[in-house]
């Protein structure tokens, strides 16, 4: 039972480009949803989080936009800088006790 | 303030070989976790802790055990090493069992032969 799915495993853009990243989930009426990101060689670093009570959040460059309906998550980067080139996780978080549930990552490459 | 810390950074084991991933943060955090993530694949959760003294299963426990004697030290054990052990492994903190926000170590790459 795969409850967050992120269907492309990879991205390709040019710098300045916008970045969209797409992820959908089951089972969820009240979760909180995070975007984590992932360089070689290191640990997930939090990027950008969204509660089920919003349908946007924005953070700079970055916007996380939430679809219950459709129960499909984006993450928007504009302008995409060669910088973003990462591994990114769209993750299910709410639930007790901490637990992360994460999708497979997509891995974005911003062309400079 | 080195945040979370694993060691090893790699390991190579022979199956059946047995060992502990460590590892340690100084930001007094209650919550650490372990996961594991394998090629085109998220991160699972091994074990979490939410205090000094109480751990729990994870998703993916079998295999694997853990103790948390004091706050900064989450060390994850290997009894009994197996092919299908051979993963990355993160550990993670965050100040309590309600903060999705969570902090990750870099990471220990471990081969099971």
């Known amino acids: 039972d795969q409850q967050v799915k992120q269907n492309s495993p990879s991205l390709s853009v040019q710098e300045g480009r916008i970045s969209i990243l797409n992820c959908d989930y089951t089972?969820?009426?009240?979760?909180?949803f995070l975007w984590y990101k992932k360089y070689p060689a290191e640990g997930p670093t939090f990027l950008i989080s969204i509660s089920s009570i919003k349908d946007k959040n924005e953070d700079g460059r970055f916007t996380v936009f939430l679809n219950k309906s459709a129960k499909h998550l984006s993450l928007h980067i504009v302008p995409s800088q060669p910088g973003d080139s990462a591994v990114y996780f769209c993750v299910k978080g709410g639930t007790s006790y901490g637990k992360l549930t994460f999708g497979q990552g997509t891995i974005l490459t911003v062309h400079p | 303030n080195a945040g979370v810390t694993q060691t090893p950074k790699f390991q190579v084991l022979k199956t059946g070989q047995s060992m502990t991933l460590q590892c340690a943060q100084d930001?007094?955090?209650?919550?650490m976790s372990w996961y594991r993530q394998d090629p085109g694949m998220g991160l699972r959760l091994i074990h979490y802790?939410?205090?000094?003294?109480?751990?729990d299963q994870g998703e993916v426990p079998n295999g694997y055990n853990v103790s948390r004697s004091t706050t900064e030290d989450f060390p994850l054990r290997l009894l009994s090493a197996a092919p299908s052990q051979t993963s990355v492994y993160f550990c993670?903190?965050?100040?309590?069992?309600?903060?999705?926000?969570?902090?990750f170590g870099p990471g220990t790459r471990l081969t099971v032969l």
């Open positions: 993670a903190s965050s100040y309590d069992a309600l903060t999705d926000t969570q902090y």
């Open positions: 930001m007094n955090h209650e919550y």
């Open positions: 802790s939410v205090g000094a003294g109480i751990t």
């Open positions: 089972n969820s009426m009240f979760d909180y």
